[in-house]
């Protein structure tokens, strides 16, 4: 182990301005990010938005229209996609049917000609890195889904790669295998500290494989950070709103008082926000607040607002209450459940507590 860490060659992935596209309008615009050494960052986003192109872009597979890409200090664009010394794994597994699952991990090493011996011997390591050592022998088609997975990490990472592109790995595997597979493989970086790019659609693996997100949407970068800090420090409606549930209620910029914002509702109700936004009175703003950032009263509090219960849900350890404004505006509610916390009955009259230090606001987005 300690001879693999010291020949993985912890290197920087910066990408400047990566711009292509197929044809007609731009599939992705002016992306910039960069990982460090060792780092783990996923590029996250809606179905089209780019995710993949960047990928490619960085394999070689396709020529971007303009930008950079540098790991370490090559400049990728003068690099053919086999010398580049990137490791991929891809959702369909495309593992290569006809050869076993050793001679498809010494693939690559082959490709490098690496003598047969520390082939051998690599791909015995690979094997019992990846807990396979008993399935050398076998044809991809003779594994389960999750196993043929962990042959196609093991085949990426055989050749010691200095950047790790993860494209949807586990997108075709059942909910738990998949999590099973994503603590795997975040030992696996851990251990060999291989730079990695993972793309998914899938937020809850972005955020528990990735120290830091990308989030793409419609071909450009909308936020960079960390996954904490997407998620409290949402840059834009689209990123509060895709990752985790956000209310969203339309609201007007009443007036500033001190350090204070006076928001106006839609059914005429305030709300007083403990800070100064950056909007002059009068604008339109998309209020937003997570359904755990509200919690039901039986009784008027100082941030209340009345609502109706529509239905309640048990959720495993939480209840969500779905409730109505009487502006008609919907609102999400969740509470932890307890030992004898009871849905309330639809129909109910309570008051949701927003947690006004938590609510974020966002130009409205114009009325189609
Ligand atoms: N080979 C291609 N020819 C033409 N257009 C393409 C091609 N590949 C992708 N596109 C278009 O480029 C845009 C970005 O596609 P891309 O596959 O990068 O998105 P993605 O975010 O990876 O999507 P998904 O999550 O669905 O895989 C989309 O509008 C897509 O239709």
Do not use: W
């Not at 292509?20 to 002016?30: F, K, L, P, T, W």
């Not at 830091?212 to 936020?223: D, F, I, P, S």
């Not at 969500?320 to 999400?332: A, I, N, P, Q, T």
């Amino acid at each position: 182990m300690a001879e693999m860490q010291s020949m993985s060659l912890r290197k920087r992935l910066s990408v400047q301005g990566l711009t292509h596209s197929y044809g007609g309008s731009n599939a992705i615009n002016d992306i910039s990010f960069t990982i460090e050494p060792g780092e783990v960052v996923a590029l996250l986003g809606p179905s089209g938005c780019g995710k993949s192109t960047v990928l490619r872009a960085i394999a070689g597979l396709i020529q971007p229209k303009a930008g950079k890409i540098v790991l370490g200090d090559d400049d990728l664009a003068s690099l053919s996609a086999r010398a580049r010394g990137i490791g991929m794994v891809f959702q369909n597994y495309a593992l290569f049917p006809h050869l076993t699952v050793a001679e498809n991990i010494a693939y690559p090493l082959a490709c490098q000609q690496i003598s047969r011996p520390a082939r051998q011997k690599r791909v015995e390591e690979m094997l019992a890195m990846v807990r396979l050592g008993e399935f050398g022998n076998r044809l991809p088609r003779e594994l389960s889904g999750g196993q043929q997975q962990r042959v196609a990490v093991a085949r990426a990472i055989a050749g010691r790669p200095s950047l790790l592109l993860l494209d949807e790995p586990f997108g075709a595997l059942d909910r738990a295998l998949r999590f099973d597979l994503q603590v795997e493989l975040l030992h696996l970086q851990k251990t060999l500290g291989i730079t990695t790019l993972i793309v998914t659609h899938d937020q809850e693996e972005a955020q528990s494989l990735a120290n830091r997100l990308v989030l793409m949407n419609k071909g450009h970068v909308e936020q960079i950070d960390t996954p904490m800090a997407v998620y409290d420090r949402p840059r834009s409606l689209f990123v509060n709103t895709f990752i985790g549930q956000a209310n969203q209620l339309p609201a007007t910029v009443l007036r500033f008082d001190n350090d204070t914002t006076l928001i106006g509702l839609a059914d005429n109700t305030t709300l007083r926000l403990p800070r100064r936004l950056n909007f002059t009175p009068g604008s339109k703003v998309t209020l937003t607040c997570r359904p755990e950032e509200v919690r039901l009263l039986p009784q008027p509090g100082e941030n209340s607002q009345k609502v109706t219960v529509t239905v309640s849900v048990p959720l495993g350890p939480v209840l969500l209450h779905e409730l109505k404004l009487d502006c008609g505006s919907s609102l999400r509610a969740s509470e932890v459940r307890r030992p004898g916390t009871a849905a309330p009955l639809p129909g109910t009259s309570l008051f949701a507590d927003i947690d006004t230090t938590r609510c974020h606001a966002f130009p409205a987005e114009p009325q189609p």
